[in-house]
């Protein structure tokens, strides 16, 4: 197995050398989006959301109609300026849904993973509902910000590149803030000193947050926007999720990674185990800012989803642990992950997510 392995590696590294990071990295997400869409038939025509994004895409700034999404005018402006506009912009997150595929390989290249283990962290995050959510939800732009909060982790060392895009994130879906605590520790984990920079970096995202609310402050007072602060902080909303939408949570959760859960239980063993307790405190602020925006959020997996970085966080403190077992371990997980029904919870509770070949589903 490990010189099937090496092989492997070997064979990937030098086309990457060949074609240069780049594009390889390019090649590997349009190559992992197909197959993600051969794993979860994919739809074309947007619908709900994605249809309300669709019609904004027209002309985000034509104010004679009302949109609950227009505080979230980054994903619909790209399209309008591209020319991705109504029918055709359902292009727009499936691009980034390529770039974010792209991102995921070309960063843990560029973190020294090999070609092998840098596959199948691409495989953990394109074969989970963080990436299958939107190939089932056609305009959607869920991918748009997960792709942008993904670079504001992997470019922490770089803390003004990675406020540019927390901003960029932020102005496509404000949900952004519940892992801004997240982020902070994570910068505060990997440089335990340095107690000026850190606070600096706290500025850096306090000032990339600020145009965001000014923002909605403009807009609000140019058109009604019904999905404000108001309408989520109702007591007829969170009623709702109460009801509907807080008993659904624990499988809900299971259905953002499933079995790949594993990994971040393994590493709060292991963080007890060591006594990090730094560690420790990252992995429960992720969590509970993400279960805390259930309380006036609705869909429950595609919501949840947002905590994908503690998956790549315990994938990153695995290699640095099990070095020589990571890449079974990595293997192992994607395929056997494969043997669970793949499923979103909704507030209506679970949608199966069907296969263009049924038999993928049950490997």
Sequence with gaps: MNKLVADINNLLLKAERKTGLLIFSLLVGISFT??????VSPQFHAEYNGAEYSRLSLDPF???WQSPFRFRILAPMLG??????????????????ILFASAVYGIYRKKNFNTVDSVFIVASIVFSCVFLIQLQAPGYTDVIYYFFLFLSFAYVKRPAL???????????????????????IYYRYLHPGGGSKF??????????SLPMF???EW?????????????????????????KVLPRIPLGLFFVFKLAWVLPLWLVMKSFYKRNYLLLFLIAVMLVCDLVQMVIAYDVTRMLCLVFPLLLVSIEELRNEHPEKFTLIMIGIVFVNFLVPQYFMSADGPVPMPCVFPFLQTF
Excluded at 162 to 184: D, I, K, N, R, Y
């Design 214 to 216: 000014i923002f909605r």
């Design 34 to 39: 197909g197959l993600a869409m051969l794993y």
């Design 62 to 64: 034509d104010f004679s």
């Design 199 to 208: 606070l600096k970096y706290i500025v850096m995202l306090i000032i990339a």
């Design 162 to 184: 990675s406020a540019v895009f927390f901003c960029l994130g932020l102005f496509t879906h404000e949900s952004l803030l519940f892992m801004l605590p997240g982020l902070v």
């Design 80 to 97: 309008y300026l591209t020319g991705l506009r109504g029918e055709l912009f359902f292009i727009v997150p499936l691009i980034f849904a």
């Design 219 to 243: 807009m609000g007072a140019q058109v009604e926007v019904a999905y404000d602060m108001k309408f989520y902080l109702s007591e007829e909303n969170i009623r709702f999720t109460l009801n």
